[in-house]
């Protein structure tokens, strides 16, 4: 059976068709709807045979004949020129886009297929029948194609395939919900929103009705986190203002979802709109019983970020009380208390946080500053003297959390060492409960003194990784 005879396909599927897509020459008048209930497709414009047509299908059968893909190619673009030309002398025959589309699935031009085939169907309903079984199996070889491009990370190419597959059959969503994600990691803003919003519009439309249940059920999975793909492109693209409103709609559905809203504000404090971010802020504190300790620190981070460093320290000591191994949370703690004047809260805190980072040059300055503050000059001074002792400090540490494990970044300053000399750092992970998960090991040669080397470990847990502490010997 040649590809352009689709027809025998609705035939296989019980449509109970009869006759065939081409017919005599002549005129333009619609034919009337077969009777026989609503199901059945109109039969729209009558196809018209012309010396044009004749020579396309001419040349799609001399092509399906043809030994081998090299043979064919030139017959295929033979059929496109002859069914281009019939379009051009009438473009109300339906068949001059029947031929068109398959001679350009012929030359691998699937893009412009499906615009033929939209239009003969668009002029011909009763073609749909025999096409969409043609057009999905185009797609669904075109999506099988895309996949080594997608596992090597070869993501132009895969796009420029699954462009042809979602253009050749658009009833299907995974070639569009894999371009949305494609282009929105490519940071192509305006190609990833237009893909975002076609899968949104597929899926609000009545194709899900269409097929059975696990279909449908597997094509809804595949929808999820469209809405939110869209604001978190729209942030990247710098339309905050966009973002917000699809960030609400989102929350306002939703309002047990914690990162979302936290996600909001910190879109409003990008925008310099400080009071509807406190608002946020304010709103997930009252939701205690929804908060994480990683919630807590995101939360505090908001208030220390405008100042609010009261509500910073509230947000910080939950995150540290519900995760009291949080290196990270313990040291915004310190600094907020610090900078909110409560020097008295301070070293209790610090030396917590000095526990875990021992080699923070700033943790034991703030420590100091609040020892002195509070009087006691002389053991101010006896803490200032560690850092004399350090011959090395470390800083900018922070962790970031993952499904399966945490990493932790910062760098390594040399004080006291020879250029080169060996730095072992052993970083201890813990549960929310203070019970170890494991190390993991960071040994570097460090510069000369002053200068910084970086430092990245990663740590992999089935647990949720709760905080981190590490301790160091040189040489």
Do not use: K
């Not at 409560?342 to 000095?354: F, H, I, K, M, S």
């Amino acid at each position: 059976m040649r590809i352009r005879n689709g027809l025998v396909l609705g035939l296989t599927l019980g449509f109970g068709l009869t006759g065939c897509a081409s017919g005599g020459g002549g005129g333009g008048t619609p034919e009337a709807s077969p009777s026989g209930g609503a199901n059945i497709l109109a039969q729209g414009e009558r196809p018209r045979d012309t010396d044009n047509t004749r020579a396309a299908e001419r040349s799609l059968d001399a092509a399906q004949d043809a030994a081998s893909p090299t043979e064919a190619r030139p017959l295929y673009e033979q059929a496109l020129a002859s069914a281009e030309a019939a379009i051009a002398e009438d473009a109300t025959n339906p068949l001059a886009y029947r031929l068109a589309g398959f001679a350009a699935m012929g030359v691998e031009d699937f893009q412009e297929a499906g615009a033929h085939f939209d239009r003969a169907e668009e002029l011909r309903p009763i073609y749909e029948l025999e096409l969409a079984p043609v057009r999905e199996q185009a797609y669904i070889d075109r999506y099988t194609a895309s996949s080594p491009y997608l596992q090597s990370g070869d993501y132009a190419a895969a796009a420029e395939i699954l462009e042809g597959a979602n253009s050749i059959y658009p009833d299907r969503p995974e070639a569009v919900v894999t371009l949305a994600q494609i282009y929105a990691q490519e940071r192509n803003h305006d190609l990833a929103l237009e893909r975002i919003d076609q899968a949104i519009a597929f899926f609000g439309s009545d194709r899900l009705s269409e097929v059975d249940d696990e279909t449908a059920a597997s094509w809804r999975e595949q929808a999820a986190g469209m809405e939110l793909m869209r604001a978190q492109v729209l942030v990247d693209a710098g339309r905050f203002e966009e973002a917000v409103g699809t960030y609400e709609q989102i929350a306002a559905a939703d309002p047990t979802n914690i990162a979302i809203r936290q996600d909001l504000a910190a879109i409003h404090m990008q925008m310099g709109n400080e009071a509807e971010a406190i608002m946020v802020y304010e709103a997930l504190l009252a939701d205690a019983s929804l908060l994480t300790p990683a919630d807590y620190y995101r939360i505090g981070i908001g208030f220390y970020q405008v100042s609010d460093y009261e509500r910073a320290t509230e947000a910080f000591s939950q995150a540290a009380t519900q995760s009291r191994m949080d290196r990270d949370a313990l040291e915004m703690w310190a600094r907020s208390l610090q900078l909110d004047s409560a020097y008295a809260a301070v070293p209790a805190v610090a030396e917590r946080w000095l526990e875990l980072d021992p080699a923070s040059q700033v943790g034991i300055t703030i420590l100091a500053q609040a020892v002195n503050a509070a009087g006691d000059a002389a053991r101010a001074g006896e803490v200032i003297r560690r850092v004399d002792a350090l011959p090395i400090t470390v800083g900018d540490l922070q962790m970031r959390r993952f499904t399966g494990g945490a990493t932790v970044n910062g760098s390594v300053t040399n004080r006291t060492l020879q250029q080169g000399a060996l730095v072992t750092l052993t970083f201890t992970f813990y549960d929310t409960s203070g019970a170890s998960l494991g190390t993991a090991t960071q040994r570097l040669n460090v510069g000369a003194p002053d200068m910084n080397t970086v430092l990245s470990v990663q740590f992999d847990s089935e647990e949720t990784v709760g905080g981190y502490g590490y301790t160091y010997t040189t040489g």
